[in-house]
C-alpha cells in the first residue's frame, strides 16, 4: 500500500510563494500519477494539478495555470507542487493522491490512496 504524505503548509501573504510535497511513506509511487487536490471550508475537493510517472504530462486546472507548476523526483519518492503568486482564493487544505492507473485526470474517483492533507492560508 501506498500513503502519501503532504507537507510544506503554512501561512503566507497574497503574492508570496509556497512549495508543497508529498513524500511515499510504504511502497514507492514512482510508477504511478500522483494529483493535488484541495478543498476550501464548504466547498467539494477540486483537482489542483496531476502529474504522470515519468513527469512526462502534466496537467492543471484553469484556475492555477501559470502560478503552480507539479514536479517530481523519482528518486527520492516525491511530488512537488510550486504555488507562485497565491491569491487569498487559494486558501484550502491541499491533498496528495495517487493513481495507480496513471490515468492523470481530474476526476477524484481516479485516485485511490490519499493522504491527510496540509492547510494553505493565503492572507490579503
Known amino acids: 500500500q501506498v500513503q502519501p504524505v503532504e507537507s510544506g503548509g503554512g501561512l503566507v501573504q497574497a503574492g508570496d510563494s509556497l512549495r508543497l510535497s508529498c513524500a511515499a511513506s510504504?511502497?514507492?509511487?514512482?510508477?504511478?500519477?500522483v494529483g493535488w487536490f484541495r478543498q476550501a471550508p464548504g466547498k467539494e475537493r477540486e483537482f489542483v494539478a496531476g502529474?504522470?510517472?515519468?513527469?512526462?504530462?502534466?496537467v492543471y486546472a484553469d484556475s492555477v495555470k501559470g502560478r503552480f507548476a507539479i514536479s517530481r523526483d523519482n528518486a527520492k519518492n516525491t511530488v512537488y507542487l510550486q504555488m507562485n503568486t497565491l491569491k487569498p482564493e487559494d486558501t484550502a487544505v491541499y491533498y496528495c493522491?495517487?493513481?495507480?492507473?496513471?490515468?492523470?485526470?481530474?476526476?477524484?474517483?481516479?485516485?485511490?490512496?490519499w493522504g491527510q492533507g496540509t492547510q494553505v492560508t493565503v492572507s490579503s
Open positions: 493522491a495517487v493513481d495507480r492507473t496513471n490515468q492523470v485526470v481530474a476526476n477524484r474517483a481516479a485516485y485511490d490512496y
Open positions: 502529474i504522470s510517472w515519468s513527469g512526462g504530462r502534466t
Open positions: 510504504g511502497r514507492t509511487f514512482a510508477w504511478y500519477a
